[in-house]
Structure formats: C-alpha cells, structure tokens
C-alpha cells in the first residue's frame, strides 16, 4: 500500500473513532448515565438548574402591622421554584383593594378571598367565566386532590369548583368557664341545658368567688347572635344552622320553634339577671372584659379563646383557673353543635390574567407544592429552631413571638388545606385547657349542624338579606328582653317574608 493511500485509510480510522466517542457522548447524556449501582437515572431540569422559576403574583390579606420580611418567602420560592410578587394589603382594606383590582381589570394571577361574603358577592363573575374552572385539574395534583370534598362541595357554584380553601375547624363553639367557681360550688362542666341555667344561676347567687359580696353573674353575652352565644345554644335546642328543612322546603331557623325555645331560655336568664342586662349593645371586647375581671364566669363561644382569656384574668387574679366544655344536650337528650362551612381564605384565578391552561397548571403546581408539609410548615410555622420547635410532634413558637409575628404570621393566609390534608404540625400548647379545646374542635365535627343553603343561591339574599336579616335581630333582641310577645315576634317574621323573605325562601329551594 502507498504512503498515500495509507494516510486516507488512517484518515477515515480516526474520523470514524471521532463519531463513535460522540454518538456514546450523546448517549450517555440523554440516558442520564449510570449510577454506582449499575442502574440508569434520571437528571430533572429543575435539580440540574435548567428550569427557570415560575413568575407570578398574589394578592393576599395582611393580618400584622408590617409586610413580612423575605426570609420565609425565599424558603417558599426555592422549595416551590418559584418567583413569587405578593400583593400583600391590609385586613381592614382588602375588600375595597379587591373590588378596585377587579373593577380595573388589574387583578393579579392568584386572589385570595377574605370569606364566604367576598365569595358571593363574586358570584355572577363566577358564572360569567371571568375565572378558571378548576375542578377538573385536581385530580392532576398529588396534594391538591386530598381537599376535603364535603368543603369543596361548599364552595362550588353551579356545581362547578373554582376555588381552593384554606381550611377551618368546622366548628370552635363551646363554653369556657371558671373552674375554681365550679370547684367552689362543687358544680361540674354541664351535660345538659338545664345543668347550664344553674351553672349559671349559681354563679349568679351562691357567691362563687368567695368575698361574701353579691358581684358575680353567669354568661358574658355580646351583640352578636352567630358568635355571641344565641347560635351556640340554639344548637344545643336543636335549631337548624341558619336554614333547615320543614315538610320538605327550606325555611330560615327562626321559622322553627327550637329557634323561640331558645329565646325563652335567654328571656328566662335575663330576667333572672343570669346574663350580662346589656348584652345586646355588648361588644366583644367588654363581653370578654367581664370574664377577665371577674365578674362573669361563663363564656360561651370559641373554646380557643380561652389562653388569651386566661393570661389577662390572671394578671387581675392569680388564683384563677378556666376549663373548656363543649357537650350539652338540649330538652330532647341530643346534642348537635353548628358549623362553618370549613373554609376561611379562598383563592380563584382570573382568565383576564392567567390566560393559558398551561400558565394555570404552573400556578396550581404552585399551590400543590404548598400543600405538601415541608412547605406548609415553611408557610404557617416558619423555620424550625428560629421561629419553631418540635415538641411531642408538635410545633411551638419560640419565646421570641414578636419575631414570629414579623417574619412567619402573614404567610399563614397562604396556607391550603389543614393539618388532615397538608400534614403540617400542629401546634403545642402548654396551657391544658387551650389543648383540650384544639381536641375539642375535633370531637364536634361528630356532632355538626351544616347549613344546607352553603352551596345554594338567592340573588335576593346576596342583595338584601343583611338588611333583611336585621329584622329578625331586631325581634329577637326584643323578645329576650320582654319587649314583644311570641305574637309581636310573628309579626316581624311576616315583615321579613313581605319585604323579601318569600322571595329568599322561594330561590334558595327552586336551587336545590
């Protein structure tokens, strides 16, 4: 063979080496190579840098004086790949925030929803496609398909979901009382209604207290007959939550008699100056003084209220003790307790800004992640030996709680789900009685009264109903306090069917 002619065959031996160590190069890069086990993996392009963070923005509510700081965000943004621009607005602000965002066409991609009043009143929007159907990605989401569905089904319109929900104890309502009172009299928690009018009758003349002076009474009360304590004992009678079903039709609670029962048992601890004589002009904060100061030993309301009403009776009087209760069966040996819908914030997503299917598949990737309990506890708890430690499983914020108010508190309106579905921690309490309430919650969701006009509609009701409502409040008050008879209470109840109320009863059951 020539020189030449072996020069052009070491030529193409080198060219053909060249092009088999590239294609093994190629090879091996799309296969991911082999570990140390001799098994093929995988490289994802977000473990290895390649994919860009997600940019979108929120817009939420503000429960501390300060925007947080971005030390939680960042934590959030890197567990989530995320590049997060939260709008973040004051509570007392929000609703006039959201409505000028909306009304300008400037909302961002993800808005929160203060509460079931902001949600109906988005309501036609809702139905006039202005925001994404959401209910058929679920399922898509490993963490967002574990929403509890009888909450879900309380926030649909139309039989459509267009939400997801920060969840809420289905119910808080019970009755925080002074133990020591209790011990004193030898009086324990009552089980029945009637054991509940003498609790409060003894606290109200048996001296409890000890001073040999005639300064104590039963129930704290305020103007307020949802969280005050109306609606928790109308529970305990048997009342429907808000509406209940008569003969097969919708009525509202104050059209059925357990609903009057209630308000002679009230009549009858008002005339027996059992209750605070002021009660419907009462606000919360001199609802709860009374119980701080001494003077009213019965508290009938969220059973979690009671460390805060703790730590300030005691700085009045160290030798105070409280227990929560929440059992109390009504004159037909039952108890039933009503509920929330089981949601607080929602979060919808406007077309005018999420405008593909797949930008609104990023965004839910978002929140799924947010479900998942490394990034749920980031959002409600912060970090772990900063603003938390773990204590018998559960988290308890550091001593440092003006730190944990600064830079982890806002973050907890992003939360999605609850602790049964994101498996964040719960929270520990040192305090007995504000553990036994967090069981407590629990223990009434045997035992719920659910408003069967959640998931329903009247455009009469979202128009009016307040001001119809009022009526009724009204009434009621005044029938406690002796000034109208059960006829003159009859008689308002005809005025709120004439002024509207027929019409509510009418939509909300032809929307069954």
């Known amino acids: 063979m020539s020189n030449s002619n072996w020069r052009k065959l070491l030529g193409i031996m080198m060219l053909m080496f060249l092009l088999f160590v590239a294609a093994c190069s190629d090879n091996s890069s799309e296969t991911g190579g082999t570990d140390s086990s001799g098994e093929e993996g995988e490289s994802s392009g977000e473990e290895s840098g390649g994919d860009e963070p997600y940019a979108f923005s929120i817009m939420a509510n503000l429960h501390t004086p300060e925007v947080p700081q971005d030390k939680v965000l960042n934590k959030i943004e890197e567990a989530t790949n995320t590049d997060l621009e939260i709008q973040w607005v004051p509570d007392n602000n929000y609703e006039d925030r959201l409505n000028t965002a909306f009304a300008t066409n400037s909302l961002p991609e993800a808005v929160f929803l203060k509460n079931q009043t902001t949600f109906v009143q988005f309501r036609d929007a809702i139905e006039d496609e202005q925001f994404w159907e959401i209910g058929p990605y679920l399922d898509e989401f490993e963490n967002l398909s574990k929403l509890k569905e009888n909450v879900l089904d309380n926030t649909m319109v139309n039989g459509k979901l267009y939400t997801l929900y920060q969840g809420r104890p289905l119910s808080r309502q019970g009755i925080i009382y002074r133990k020591d009172w209790a011990e004193n009299l030898g009086l324990e928690a009552p089980k029945t209604t009637e054991e509940f009018m003498e609790m409060a009758r003894a606290f109200t003349e048996d001296d409890p207290d000890g ?10 009360d305020r103007s307020d007959l949802v969280y005050g304590a109306f609606k928790t004992v109308s529970s305990w009678f048997g009342t429907p939550n808000s509406w209940g079903e008569k003969d097969g039709q919708l009525l509202p609670e104050f059209m059925f008699d357990e609903y009057v029962q209630t308000m002679d048992f009230f009549k009858e601890m008002h005339g027996n100056g059992f209750i605070n004589q002021d009660f419907p002009v ?26 805060s009403l703790k730590d300030d009776a005691i700085a009045i009087n160290p030798d105070a003790t409280f227990d929560v209760h929440n059992y109390v069966e009504g004159p037909d040996g039952e108890f039933g307790i009503w509920s929330i819908p089981g949601y607080g914030n929602l979060v919808m997503f406007p077309k005018s800004s999420v405008e593909t299917e797949e930008d609104l598949k990023k965004i839910l990737g978002f929140f799924d992640k947010m479900m998942s309990p490394e990034v749920a506890n980031y959002a409600y708890w912060g970090m772990e030996g900063e603003h938390y430690e ?6 308890k914020v550091t001593d440092d709680s003006a730190l944990f ?17 994101n498996s964040r921690y719960l929270g520990y309490f040192e305090y007995e009685p504000k553990a036994k309430s967090e069981e407590l919650f629990i223990d009434n969701e045997n035992y719920l009264i659910e408003d069967p006009t959640v998931p ?18 009204d009434a009621t008050y005044q029938y406690i306090l002796g000034q109208i008879d059960k006829a003159g209470f009859e008689a308002a109840v005809e005025d709120w069917k004439s002024q509207g109320g027929d019409a509510i009863i009418e939509e909300y059951n032809s929307s069954k």
């Open 211 to 220: 001073n040999g002076e005639n300064d104590t009474f039963g129930v704290t």
């Open 456 to 473: 329903l509609y009247s455009e009469t009701f979202s128009q009016d109903g307040a001001r119809l409502q009022q009526i009724i409040t």
């Open 405 to 421: 108010d600064r830079e982890v508190k806002p973050f907890q309106a992003l939360e999605i789900g609850e602790p049964e579905t």
């Open 282 to 307: 009462t606000s919360k904060t001199d609802q709860q003084e009374f119980i701080k100061n001494g003077t009213a030993g019965i508290y009938v309301g969220s059973m979690g209220d009671v460390l």
């Open 390 to 395: 773990l204590v018998d499983g559960a988290a």
